[in-house]
């Protein structure tokens, strides 16, 4: 494990495992990221990826293991409260509140979020409205989300999660189904959010992404965790590149 | 929401609705009594229905605790009518926190299955409480003051509104609205989906328990039947879905419209009242799903195609 920055991580896992029925999905993970670290977490897919953002997030408890934040326990903390800690998300399948306008999606973020939120209207409208000029949906904060493009709904999605003002932020796949521009796009929000000092955990398919974003990458296979250092090191691991393309015939 | 000429024009409809006892006949009055406690019932079915998004069928279990609550503390402890009301929401807001706890964890068709059992369930145990009648019934001091009830049936109808407009723009009233919308995603922001949907439920109870109460003392005696009514929950339903659900001044105006409308049916063609009542509603919600409100709102910019729109939506 690569040595962090401040005493305490921002979050650690400790042997975090979820078992569902007889299936182990997450098998035994630990990990740390500190503030203002990138950890990329690649694996094929059914790899327990989501499952382990879902643990981290609340809304799956883990069968075992420990999860802190800032050195203290939150592994059977509920989800809202998760969030008053600072922890905020994307989902992989996206969850806008559909009969809402952009604005009135993030204001939620900026009202409730970290520390309880803003709890001002006029504060929170304000605050969400430069969350959505910083995403790049400055244009369209009139616009109802289910009216939305899916690029647009990704930076709402982003904008959402900034709303509530996270130290740390786990990104699943934001970068799905976005062109080359696009991507580029998000790497440099995702750098920006890095740069205001929060921990992220970026999830993604797109490894050439990873490889430009990630101060550590870790994967998983199998719910386990295979590999974890810096980009290049782990993404020319051979047990890594086996998981991604199988065995090389000799 | 609340914008200045909104308060003007609610202002001078709170004046000239206070100012019916003076000119209106005994009739109309009564009928006013009536209309301004089913608006009420349907506002506060609005805060759980239309803005948090579970249809409760429960709500006429408050009506009926509220109704009771009022009834025994007036008749078994001879307490005067306030003291009366305050019994009764009490009972249904430590009912609805009670109850809401578990059954809030339900989502949609569930969570209204739930609620329907809870009304049955109370009309039993109440038929079967020696201090509240049975099965008989309790009557209630007799007080003849039409006008009297009808300010107050108003003054509780403009408080309820006014709580719901101040939620529609508030932080609370966000996080309702968000838990209606995603409520999983809600969580994920911060809202804490259990409390407020629990503090929603409360509010709503109140509301309609204070409601159940005047009606209990305006018509001197209740019954299990007609306090625990699941068709009043019903008309709940049925008056802001035809308003507006989620909107302040939907459900008010819609339950006007509809006591209005069954009023004149039941006094021209008696017996087939309720089945063109019927007719009115099975229209209104293929031609505007959305309610009243919806339809004031967009239709001037696409007149009948409003409805066309509203017909292809349905998938009818």
């Keep these: ?250 | 929401m609340m914008n200045k000429k909104t308060s003007i024009a609610a202002a001078i409809a709170v004046a000239l609705l206070a100012s019916v006892p003076l000119f209106g006949s005994d009739v109309v009055v009564q009928f006013g009594i009536d209309a301004l406690s089913m608006a009420t019932l349907a506002q506060a079915w609005n805060l759980m229905g239309g803005f948090t998004g579970y249809p409760s069928f429960g709500n006429s279990v408050f009506y009926g605790l509220g109704a009771y609550g009022t009834a025994i503390a007036m008749t078994k402890f001879g307490m005067p009518f306030g003291v009366g009301l305050a019994a009764g929401v009490a009972a249904a807001t430590s009912c609805a926190a009670l109850v809401g706890l578990p059954i809030l964890r339900l989502r949609g068709p569930y969570f209204a299955i739930a609620t329907l059992g809870v009304n049955g369930a109370m009309a039993e145990i109440v038929s079967n409480l020696r201090i509240a009648g049975a099965d008989v019934g309790l009557v209630l001091p007799l007080t003849r003051n039409d006008a009297s009830f009808y300010e107050l049936s108003l003054a509780l109808l403009v408080f309820c509104t006014g709580c719901v407009a101040w939620a529609a723009t508030s932080r609370f009233g966000m996080g309702l609205v968000a838990i209606r919308e995603d409520e999983a995603a809600a969580s994920t922001m911060g809202v804490n989906a259990t409390l407020y949907k629990v503090a929603a439920f409360v509010l709503a109870a109140a509301f309609t328990a204070v409601a159940g109460g005047i009606h209990a003392y305006w018509s001197t005696f209740i019954d299990p039947a007609s306090a625990f009514d699941s068709t009043l929950n019903v008309r709940m339903v049925i008056m802001c879905v035809f308003g507006g659900p989620g909107t302040v001044f939907g459900p008010v105006v819609g339950s006007f419209i509809l006591s209005a409308i069954y009023e004149v049916l039941a006094a021209q063609i008696s017996t087939a009242a309720a089945l063109l009542f019927g007719v009115v509603i099975v229209v209104a919600v293929i031609f505007m799903p959305k309610g009243l409100a919806d339809l004031v709102q967009q239709a001037p910019g696409v007149g009948w195609r409003y409805f066309v729109r509203n017909i292809r939506e349905n998938g009818i």
Excluded: C
């Design chain 1, 1 to 250: 494990m690569s040595a962090t920055a401040h005493p305490v991580p921002v979050v650690q896992a400790l042997g975090l495992t979820k078992r569902f029925q007889g299936l182990v999905s997450v098998d035994g993970v630990s990990f740390s990221i500190a503030a203002n670290e990138i950890l990329g977490l690649i694996g094929p897919n059914g790899a327990g990826k989501t499952t382990l953002v879902n643990m981290i997030g609340g809304t799956i408890a883990p069968s075992a293991g420990e999860l802190l934040f800032e050195g203290k326990p939150i592994t059977d903390a509920p989800v809202h409260r998760r969030a008053h800690a600072g922890i905020g998300r994307t989902f992989q399948v996206m969850k806008p509140f559909p009969g809402m306008t952009a604005l009135e999606n993030v204001t939620v973020g900026a009202l409730f979020g970290r520390d309880g939120g803003l709890k001002d209207m006029g504060k929170a409208r304000e605050a969400a409205r430069g969350w959505l000029e910083f995403t790049g949906l400055g244009r369209r904060i009139d616009t109802r989300a289910d009216e939305l493009g899916g690029p647009d709904r990704k930076r709402l999605e982003f904008a959402k999660a900034l709303a509530l003002r996270p130290k740390l932020l786990l990104l699943d796949e934001v970068m799905a189904g976005l062109n080359p521009v696009e991507v580029d796009e998000v790497i440099e929000l995702i750098k920006a959010v890095r740069g205001r000092g929060v921990a992220l955990l970026v999830i993604e398919h797109v490894v050439k992404a990873i490889r430009r974003l990630s101060d550590r990458v870790m994967v998983l296979h199998h719910g386990q965790k295979i590999a974890e250092g810096d980009p290049a090191s782990v993404l020319s691991d051979p047990r890594v590149v086996e998981a991604y393309l199988g065995k090389k015939r000799t």
